[in-house]
C-alpha cells in the first residue's frame, strides 16, 4: 500500500500561486509515476498533470500548460504542484495519485491505484 497526503491548499486570488505537496509512504516512492488530479463541485475528476517515476517525463492537461509545473523529489517521497496564474476555474479539490512505473501514464482516474484524500484550492476572483 502507498499512503498519500496532500498539502499547501487555501484561498488566493486570481493571478496568485500556490504550491500543493504530496508526501508518500508505504513503499518505494520511485517505483511510482505520480500524477495530480482535481475535481470541482457537480463535476467528474479530471486530470492535471503527472511525472515519470524517474522525474524525465511530464504531462500537463491543456488547461493548465504553461502555468502549473509537476516535479518530484525521491529523496523526500514528495511530488509537487506548482499553480501560478490561477483562476476561479482552478478552484476545485486538488488529489495527488500514484500507479506503479511499470505502467503508461493515463489521464483516466482508473488507471491510478493509489489516492491521497485531497486538498481544497480557492481562487477568488
Known amino acids: 500500500q502507498v499512503q498519500l497526503v496532500e498539502s499547501g491548499g487555501g484561498l488566493v486570488q486570481t493571478g496568485g500561486s500556490l504550491r500543493l505537496s504530496c508526501a508518500a509512504s508505504g513503499r518505494t516512492f520511485s517505483n511510482y509515476n505520480m500524477g495530480w488530479f482535481r475535481q470541482a463541485p457537480g463535476k467528474e475528476r479530471e486530470f492535471v498533470a503527472a511525472i515519470t517515476w524517474s522525474g524525465g517525463s511530464t504531462y500537463y492537461a491543456d488547461s493548465v500548460k504553461g502555468r502549473f509545473t509537476i516535479s518530484r523529489d525521491n529523496a523526500k517521497n514528495t511530488v509537487y504542484l506548482q499553480m501560478n496564474s490561477l483562476k476561479p476555474e482552478d478552484t476545485a479539490v486538488y488529489y495527488c495519485?500514484?500507479?506503479?512505473?511499470?505502467?503508461?501514464?493515463?489521464?483516466?482516474?482508473?488507471?491510478?491505484?493509489?489516492w491521497g484524500q485531497g486538498t481544497q484550492v480557492t481562487v477568488s476572483s
Open positions: 495519485a500514484a500507479a506503479p512505473r511499470w505502467t503508461n501514464v493515463e489521464v483516466t482516474t482508473t488507471s491510478w491505484a493509489y
